[in-house]
């Protein structure tokens, strides 16, 4: 399996900032995704991160408050922007190992809280 | 309705005892299904994979689905207190298209 990190593992900000995550992958993969734990709810899908072009959002998702880059197979970043307190959550990236098996793993999470 | 459904919990059973979490979906386009446990502040962990109906089985840990009745199962034998955790289904429909639903997660406690 694919080993991910994510950074930073925690942070609090304030209403109106953004904060950029990082996903750090140790080997190329095809699929990236990012995706949003809220308490008590589902993992939600937020969108696909697709290497050398824009990222694919989910409905209710928009890149002017989520925008999204993936520079290579290894590694993408998420910018909660223009934050709310409703932004409180955990964020998480996850990749498709690939190998014929969609098999998907998930980094470790970054917790958001918004003042 | 949700796509998948899945009781949240909490469950607490004593040590040794079998534990049975269970999911429903109603989109039968659903073709492979699994199951993550999740440990509190941590990552979602992938458990079981699959994508046939019938059971799979790693070590303590069955994996059931039945594609009839859009109904999966994860059943852990011999539960000990490290099984303690939230346990997540989740299921895709497109082998191309990797995006995946999940259940809200069920929060497992074993007492010692």
């Known amino acids: 399996s694919a080993v991910i990190s994510q950074k930073p593992s925690r942070d609090i900000c304030q209403r109106g900032t953004s904060l950029t995550i990082q996903c750090q992958v140790d080997?190329?993969?095809?699929?990236m995704f990012w995706y949003r734990q809220q308490p008590g709810q589902s993992l939600t899908l937020i969108a696909t991160a697709n290497q050398g072009s824009e990222a694919t959002y989910e409905s209710g998702f928009v890149i002017d408050k989520f925008p999204i880059s993936r520079p290579n197979l290894t590694f993408s970043t998420l910018t909660v922007s223009n934050m709310s307190p409703e932004d409180s959550s955990i964020y998480l990236c996850?990749?498709?190992?690939?190998?014929?098996?969609?098999?998907?793993?998930f980094g470790p999470g970054t917790r958001l809280t918004v003042l | 309705q949700k796509e998948v459904e899945q009781d949240p919990g909490p469950l607490s059973v004593p040590e040794g005892a079998i534990v049975s979490l269970n999911c429903t979906y109603s989109?039968?386009?659903?073709?492979?299904f699994m199951w993550y446990r999740q440990y509190s502040r941590k990552g979602p962990e992938l458990l079981m994979y699959?994508?046939?109906?019938g059971n799979k089985e790693d070590g303590r840990f069955t994996a059931q689905v039945d594609k009839s009745s859009k109904y999966i199962s994860l059943f852990i034998r011999d539960s000990q207190p490290s099984d303690s955790a939230t346990y997540l289904c989740?299921?895709?429909?497109?082998?191309?298209?990797?995006?995946?639903?999940f259940g809200t997660g069920t929060r497992l406690t074993i007492i010692p």
């Open positions: 996850s990749v498709v190992s690939g190998h014929g098996v969609n098999e998907q793993f």
């Open positions: 080997s190329q993969v095809t699929m």
């Open positions: 989740g299921m895709g429909s497109n082998f191309g298209n990797e995006k995946l639903t």
């Open positions: 699959t994508y046939s109906s």
């Open positions: 989109n039968s386009a659903f073709q492979y």
